[in-house]
């Protein structure tokens, strides 16, 4: 299976924004997972935003809630993760991930588990400094 390719990292400033793209295989049906995920050194990698099209449920861990939005054309087979207002803590490799997996998720954290995601880009960096 062809692996999704992420984009759109690099260095911002603290309150500054980003616009994460990830390009991604062709889902052979209308039921697919797609997700966002970053890992800092010596850190486990976490999922942070996460949609379902089963049952149209959207996750956001709470570290992100408020200042990151995850949206997708399917039709383009990409999807985005818009960064706002960016903070130091944000710093980490960001890396998207779909599967195909169809389920019930409530818009809860089950649908953004590492563990449920099969296939994974290699990450694009965002670092936030000034």
């Known amino acids: 299976q062809v692996q999704p390719v992420e984009s759109g990292g690099g260095l911002v400033q603290p309150g500054g924004s980003l616009r994460l793209s990830c390009a991604a295989s062709r889902f052979s049906s209308d039921d697919y997972r797609v997700g966002w995920f970053r890992q800092a050194p010596g850190q486990e990698r976490e999922g942070i935003a996460c949609f379902a099209s089963s049952d149209d449920s959207t996750y956001y861990a709470n570290s992100v809630k408020g200042r990151f939005t995850i949206s997708r054309d399917h039709a383009k087979n990409t999807f985005y993760l818009q960064m706002n207002n960016l903070d130091p803590e944000d710093t980490a490799v960001y890396y998207c991930?779909?599967?195909?997996?169809?389920?019930?998720?409530?818009?809860?954290?089950?649908?953004?588990?590492?563990?449920?995601?099969?296939?994974w880009g290699q990450g694009t960096q965002v670092t936030v400094s000034s």
């Open positions: 991930a779909t599967d195909p997996k169809s389920g019930t998720y409530r818009n809860t954290g089950v649908l953004c588990k590492v563990r449920y995601f099969g296939s």
